[in-house]
């Protein structure tokens, strides 16, 4: 079961991430064509050079800040909705953004474009706060660190798979790049697919919803071999000293109005 999800994961949420980066380099001139070719045909006028490479950096961009949205609000998330919870709805959004990328030649839309790229900079943003997060909490002690580097290692492949898929002799054609913009749905649908029956974070259920009956079946489901008692019993052991050196934090804003600072 860890291996698997680990895979899964990995495939299915770390390596879009990297594929979103590095398949919009490639076919960046022919995208820019279509662009000045669809608002003439809607609005009959073409974009100045300047006004074409504000659209580009637009395009470009705002993936960025899709991501920074996306990652700040990844720790909130994962604890209102759970870890898993937060990668089924970043698997949502990639799903969305690929709809959005494939269909917007055939629509003529710059708007879908733009609205795919934001949509799947927040998948990314999120899946980059949440899966290393998910990925060390459902591995054991011994494996932390190899799972730990499952998201990095996914999304600097996932950059190389975007840049050959979106070569000339692949999808990089002024008649496929948005086969190549969505292409990664694959790797989206197939890994996601089992992902329901994933596990959740023992960690997360034992110490955020205080659930520990849930947390000790999900462990269960996870460790096993002739020494998975004593694995359990150490993880349970782990959480309970974590839980009983919590301590209790503050927000910026609350220290400002706390009035004993006065």
């Known amino acids: 079961m860890l291996a698997l999800v680990g895979f899964a994961t990995t495939f299915g949420a770390a390596v879009p991430v990297g594929y979103c980066i590095g398949v919009i380099n490639a076919p960046a001139s022919l995208i820019k064509v279509w ?11 073409n974009l100045s050079a300047s006004g074409l490479d504000l659209l580009w950096s637009s395009v ?7 991501g920074a949205v996306g990652s700040l609000g990844g ?4 604890n209102k909705f759970g870890r898993k919870g937060c990668l089924l709805i970043s698997g949502g959004l990639f799903t969305l953004g690929a ?3 494939f269909f917007c030649r055939v629509a003529g839309s710059v708007e879908m474009l733009l609205l795919g790229r934001l949509i799947v900079g927040l998948a990314s943003g999120l899946t980059t706060a949440v899966l290393p997060m998910y990925l060390t ?4 002690l011994a494996l932390r660190g190899t799972f730990g580097v499952f998201c ?31 292409f990664y749905i694959i790797l989206v649908a197939v890994c996601f697919l089992p992902a329901y029956y ?3 974070s023992p960690k997360y259920l034992y110490i955020v919803r205080n659930d520990q009956e849930l947390a000790r079946s999900e462990l269960r489901r996870l460790c096993k071999g ?23 934090t503050s927000s910026f804003f609350s220290v400002l109005k706390d009035p004993t600072l006065l």
Not at 60 to 66: A, E, N
Not at 164 to 176: K, N, P
Not at 226 to 248: C, F, G, R
């Open 137 to 140: 909490e459902i591995a054991p």
């Open 198 to 200: 994933f596990p959740e």
């Open 152 to 182: 990095s290692m996914g999304v600097t492949g996932g950059v190389v798979v975007g840049q050959v898929f979106s070569l000339r002799h692949i999808f990089g054609t002024d008649q496929l790049w948005h086969y190549a913009l969505s």
């Open 60 to 66: 470009v961009s705002i993936f960025l800040i899709g």
């Open 35 to 45: 662009c000045n070719e669809t608002i003439h045909h809607r609005f009959g006028s």
């Open 99 to 101: 709809i959005l990328f």
């Open 75 to 78: 720790a909130k998330a994962a």
């Open 226 to 248: 002739p020494n998975a008692a004593l694995v359990i019993k150490h993880e349970i052991e782990e959480m309970d000293a974590e839980m009983s050196t919590k301590v209790q």
